[in-house]
């Protein structure tokens, strides 16, 4: 019989993979400014013009440089940034790792039903929870990786207002190149945009997705609390060392729990209600599990 911690060890290792997904992201950053610079060089509408520039001296001179050309060319271009960005993405590795990440979904979905029916001596209805794991495993790989997915749109905003702004003043655009590989991959003072935004969207798919399953194997097998799961840390929030102290949630004091968490703790996403309080459990970035079960009150007690 699968247990408990059978089931939490399964989440912990598919949890560390994540982690190591994020460490491959992080060192993905030169590469993807390398390749969609090379990109932006090739296909951006540019001319070389006689521009005043500032030395290092703080003297004024005029130097030629190869600068942006605002007008209906570069409003093209721009329209073409997702699919260039989306290929660069793929070219540089990334596409096929996010794809290599999600398929650790199937694992948590055999995990969770081997608990659930174990526990329950019945089988679940297989086929909703496979189509859960296939649409979230479709819907995260989209986010990451697709043009108008979470991570492209997200990146493309700041770019987008780079390449107008520069184009109007004139800037070179090995400039331009520069602050846009800066913004990609970070400075020793900033955190690069690619690896916060990825990183963020591949970890709230992964609980989400884990969110998802639970909240409908609760229905499944009509379960009335959530066990809430994971280590503390000392940057853990009020509501999450609340209800890990606690050891588990009754469906019934969800909300009341849910107000606790917003008039007392942070972080919490705003829209949590009972209903999708697996999926978002305790706010943004949340690493906690909220497992289903069925914990015997005093008032079943009092009926039997």
């Given at each position: ?61 005029q130097e030629t440089a190869s600068v942006l050309v605002s ?234």
């Amino acid at each position: 019989m699968a247990g408990i911690q059978d089931l939490v060890k399964t989440l912990r290792k598919i949890a560390s993979t994540e982690l190591d997904f994020e460490k491959e992201i992080k060192a993905l950053g030169e590469k993807l400014v390398k390749d969609f610079s090379k990109k932006i060089i090739d296909n951006a509408p540019t001319e070389r013009r006689t521009i005043s520039v500032i030395d290092s001296n703080g003297r004024r001179r005029q130097e030629t440089a190869s600068v942006l050309v605002s007008g209906t060319k570069l409003d093209d271009f721009i329209l073409r940034l997702p699919k260039l960005l989306e290929k660069s993405l793929k070219d540089i590795g990334f596409t096929g790792k996010a794809q290599n990440f999600v398929q650790n979904f199937d694992t948590v979905k055999d995990a969770n039903l081997s608990f659930h029916e174990s526990q329950n001596k019945r089988k679940a209805d297989r086929a909703v929870v496979t189509s859960i794991t296939n649409q979230m495993k479709k819907l995260v790989t989209d986010r990451l990786t697709n043009a108008n997915g979470t991570l492209s749109q997200t990146m493309l905003v700041s770019i987008r207002q780079t390449l107008q702004s520069n184009a109007v003043s004139s800037v070179p655009l090995t400039t331009t190149i520069d602050q846009i590989g800066d913004y990609i991959a970070g400075t020793p003072d900033v955190a690069g945009q690619f690896s916060r935004i990825a990183t963020l969207t591949s970890r709230d798919g992964y609980y989400q997705f884990q969110g998802k399953i639970d909240q409908n194997l609760a229905t499944q097998f009509g379960y009335n609390a959530y066990r809430y799961i994971g280590s503390l840390v000392d940057e853990s929030r009020p509501q999450c060392v609340r209800w890990a102290d606690k050891g588990h949630i009754l469906f019934s004091e969800l909300e009341e729990e849910i107000r606790w968490a917003e008039d007392n703790g942070s972080g919490m996403i705003e829209g949590t209600t009972p209903d999708n309080f697996a999926e978002l459990r305790g706010g943004y970035n949340c690493r906690h599990f909220a497992v289903p079960v069925f914990i015997e009150t005093n008032e079943e007690t009092t009926e039997e």
